[in-house]
């Protein structure tokens, strides 16, 4: 069964600091990957997905992921943060075939991020 | 945009007491998911409808466990003669099966259940 492993429980960063979260997963075969983010208070959102394209992948408000197969990663990055990116920051995986099990997202265990103004 | 919607948000029982949870999808959505999250860890997958099928369980949906899609629109989850260790975030989610995204998953609000 796949996993998937956050390294950062907490992060603390001052605004304008860049920002890189670690993800690795382990699944031998083709991987579809995501970045969801939960702010203070609201639902899960997807920030950024990859779909076997183009390994660096740009999401929303600035956020960009690069899958690098050889070291079965998906770092987040930011070049420089907001106090408004205070939020807990979910990596997942699902497998890119149709059959059993590739519907299933699994997810690591988060890191939240608190940005000092 | 009608997104994810679950009712109730928050639930508390006594442990022993039957729970259901609803969940209507994106309504053009043919695929929903339920998944559970505890404290400190990330949402984990529980079951999966395409349509009204139920075509995935986890090992985590125990016997007390049971989810119905009738028709293929809103979902609920029924947890009989519930523990504490229950206790947790179920989230439901969902997506639209075509040749450009299948997996693309859309979350609901959640909802909190503590069991006393």
């Known amino acids: 069964a796949q996993s998937v492993s956050q390294h950062n429980h907490h992060v603390i960063l001052s605004e304008a600091a860049s920002l890189e979260l670690g993800c690795n997963y382990s699944?031998?075969?083709?991987?579809?990957l995501f970045w969801y983010v939960q702010y203070p208070g609201q639902h899960l959102q997807l920030l950024l997905k990859?779909?076997?394209?183009?390994?660096l992948v740009k999401g929303i408000k600035g956020f960009e992921a690069e899958f690098i197969k050889s070291k079965f990663s998906f770092n987040l990055r930011k070049p420089s943060v907001q106090w408004s990116d205070t939020a807990e920051y979910f990596c997942?995986?699902?497998?890119?075939?149709?059959?059993?099990?590739?519907?299933?997202?699994?997810f690591g265990k988060g890191t939240k991020l608190s940005v000092i103004p | 945009d009608t997104g994810v919607s679950q009712d109730p948000r928050h639930k508390i029982t006594k442990r022993g007491q039957n729970v259901t949870f609803r969940c209507d999808p994106i309504?053009?959505?043919?695929?929903l998911y339920w998944y559970r999250q505890t404290l400190g860890q990330g949402p984990e997958f529980l079951t999966y409808?395409?349509?009204?099928?139920?075509?995935?369980k986890s090992r985590l949906l125990s016997d007390r466990f049971s989810a119905e899609r009738p028709k293929g629109s809103f979902s609920t989850l029924e947890i009989q003669r519930t523990e504490q260790g229950d206790s947790a975030m179920y989230l439901c989610?969902?997506?639209?099966?075509?040749?450009?995204?299948?997996?693309?998953?859309?979350f609901g609000p959640g909802t909190r259940l503590t069991v006393l």
């Open positions: 989610a969902s997506s639209l099966a075509s040749s450009g995204s299948p997996y693309e998953q859309f």
């Open positions: 699944y031998g075969g083709t991987v579809n």
């Open positions: 990859y779909f076997s394209e183009d390994p």
């Open positions: 997942a995986v699902s497998l890119a075939y149709s059959g059993a099990g590739s519907y299933q997202l699994t």
């Open positions: 309504s053009e959505h043919n695929r």
């Open positions: 409808f395409q349509n009204e099928a139920q075509l995935e």
